[in-house]
C-alpha cells in the first residue's frame, strides 16, 4: 500500500502529472474574482470565503479524472485487481494520494489567496480549519465518482454531473464555518457537521468505489 | 492441482461466448490456448484470472495463485524500469527484482525511462513483472507480442524454468514456445452456440 502511495506521488509530481493544474487553477480563479466583481473591497471581503471555497472545489474537480483513468488506460488497474491488495485499499490510497498532492496544496495556498479577496483577519484561522476538515470529503467522494465512471471515455463530463451534487454539503458547511468565523459567530456546529461528512465519506466511500471499479473492470 | 476450471460459461459484456469450458492444470504443466480471434481467450483468461465473474461454473485455484498478464503492459511511462518493477515487487511482497532482471535481460535498461523504451522492451519489462509476482499459476494473453526471436526464446527459458521450479502456466498464443510438455487446449469447440434456440432475446440480433 505505501508503495502505491509513494508511486502515485511520484506519477503526480513528475511532467504531465497534474500536480500543479489544480494549484493553477484555484489561482487564476481567486484572482479574477476581483477584475469581475469590481474593486468595492466591503463586497470583496463579503463573498470571499464563498470564492475561496468555490474555487478549491472546482480545483478538486478538475483533477479527479486522473485518478484511475491513466491506470486504466495503461492496464496497471487490471493488474492491480488481481494482486493481493484488495481494491477497497487501492481506492483508499488513490483517495489519500489526490488529498495529498490536490488537497493539501489548496489548503496552503487559501491563505494567501485570501489577502488578494480582503478576507478580514478573523476568517484565516477558520479558512484553514474548514479546507483541513471538508477537502478529504471531496477527495473520497471524488474517487468513488472516477471509480464509477472509468472506462468511459471522456467521462469529465459525467463525472462531474455525478460528483457537483454530492459536493454541496461540504460546499455549504465549509462556506459557513468561515463566514461566520468572519462576522465573529461561533464556526464550531457547520465545522462539526463537516467534519461528519468528512468521516462517513472517508469510512464508507473506498467500499464503494470498489464495488464499482469490479463491475467496470469486466 | 493447481487450476481446475468445470463447466464454465462466460461472457464479455453482454454476449456470451464460451460454454462449458473443462481443463485442470496440474504444478509444473503448461496448457497453450488456441483458436481463432474472438473466440475467447482473452475472456477465458480474464474470468480465470478473477477480472470477470463467469456466468456459470467454477474455477477452482488457490487463494492468491494467479499472476494475470493482459495484453497492457502496465507500465507506468513517466518511472524508470527499475521504478516500475520496485513498484510491483512491493506490491506483491517480494524483496529482490534481480532474477526477473536477468530472466530478461534488463539489467543495461534499469535507469532507463520506461517510455523511451520500444514495443519489444516494454513488453519484455511486463513479463519480467511475472517473476516479481512470485504466484504458481501464469495467465498470460499473447505474451510474444512485439518480441523478437531472440527474446520469445528467453521467455520460453523463462516459462521452463517456472514449470521446473512447480509452477504451471496458461498461455493463449499463436507461436509455438517449443515448450516439451504443454498440452493444447483449442476453445474453438466451447465457443458458445447463439442462445436464440431457447431464448428469444440471447441472440446477437437484439443486441
Known amino acids: ?95 489519500l494520494a489526490h488529498w495529498l498532492t490536490t488537497g493539501l496544496p489548496l ?99 473506498p467500499f464503494a468505489a470498489a464495488t464499482a471499479l469490479r463491475v467496470n473492470l469486466r | 492441482m493447481r487450476l481446475a476450471v468445470h463447466d464454465l460459461s462466460c461472457a464479455r459484456g453482454s454476449v456470451q461466448v464460451l460454454a462449458e469450458v473443462n481443463f485442470a492444470l496440474h504444478a509444473g504443466e503448461a496448457l497453450v490456448l488456441r483458436g481463432p480471434n474472438g473466440s475467447g481467450k482473452t475472456t477465458l483468461l480474464r474470468a480465470i484470472a478473477g477480472l470477470t465473474p463467469p456466468l456459470a461454473g467454477r474455477i477452482e485455484a488457490e487463494t ?42 534488463l539489467e543495461p535498461l534499469l535507469t532507463r525511462r520506461a517510455g523511451e523504451m520500444s514495443a519489444g522492451q516494454k513488453r519484455r519489462l511486463s513479463l519480467a513483472r511475472l517473476l516479481v509476482t512470485q504466484r504458481p499459476v501464469w495467465c498470460l494473453d499473447e505474451p510474444t507480442v512485439s518480441l523478437d526471436a531472440e527474446n520469445v526464446a528467453r521467455f520460453a527459458t523463462a516459462v521452463k524454468a517456472h514449470l521446473a521450479e512447480g509452477g504451471s502456466a496458461l498461455i493463449a498464443t499463436h507461436i509455438d514456445l517449443g515448450l516439451d510438455k504443454a498440452r493444447v487446449l483449442d476453445v474453438a469447440p466451447f465457443i458458445a452456440k447463439k442462445l436464440a434456440d431457447d431464448d428469444p432475446f440471447g441472440g446477437e440480433a437484439f443486441l
Open chain 1, 1 to 95: 500500500m505505501i508503495g502505491l502511495l509513494k508511486r502515485d506521488l511520484a506519477l503526480a509530481i513528475k511532467a504531465g502529472g497534474g500536480f500543479g493544474l489544480a494549484l493553477a487553477f484555484f489561482l487564476i480563479v481567486t484572482v479574477l474574482v476581483p477584475f469581475g466583481v469590481g474593486p468595492a473591497t466591503g463586497i470583496l471581503s463579503e463573498i470571499a470565503p464563498g470564492v475561496l471555497w468555490i474555487g478549491a472545489l472546482l480545483a478538486c474537480l478538475l483533477s479527479l479524472d486522473r485518478i484511475f483513468q491513466l491506470d486504466w488506460e495503461d492496464g496497471s488497474l487490471d493488474l492491480l485487481a488481481s494482486s493481493p491488495l484488495p481494491l477497497e485499499a487501492v481506492a483508499a490510497v488513490k483517495a
Open chain 1, 107 to 205: 489548503i496552503a495556498l487559501a491563505p494567501v489567496l485570501g489577502i488578494l479577496l480582503n478576507l478580514p483577519s478573523e476568517g484565516y484561522g477558520w479558512l484553514v480549519i474548514s479546507l483541513l476538515a471538508g477537502t478529504p470529503a471531496l477527495s473520497a467522494i471524488g474517487t468513488f465518482g472516477a471509480a464509477l465512471t472509468v472506462g468511459i471515455r471522456r467521462g469529465g463530463l459525467l463525472l462531474s454531473l455525478l460528483v457537483l451534487p454530492l459536493y454541496v454539503p461540504t460546499l455549504l458547511f465549509g462556506a459557513l464555518v468561515v463566514t461566520r468565523g468572519v462576522q465573529g459567530g461561533d464556526g464550531t456546529t457547520p465545522l462539526a457537521l463537516l467534519a461528519g461528512i468528512t468521516l462517513v465519506s472517508i469510512a464508507a466511500l
Open chain 2, 64 to 105: 492468491d495463485s494467479i499472476a494475470y498478464a493482459g495484453h497492457a503492459d502496465g507500465i507506468k511511462s513517466q518511472l524508470s524500469v527499475e521504478a516500475n518493477l520496485r513498484f510491483w515487487a512491493d506490491v506483491f511482497g517480494t524483496r529482490s527484482i534481480d532474477q526477473a532482471v536477468a530472466s530478461f535481460d
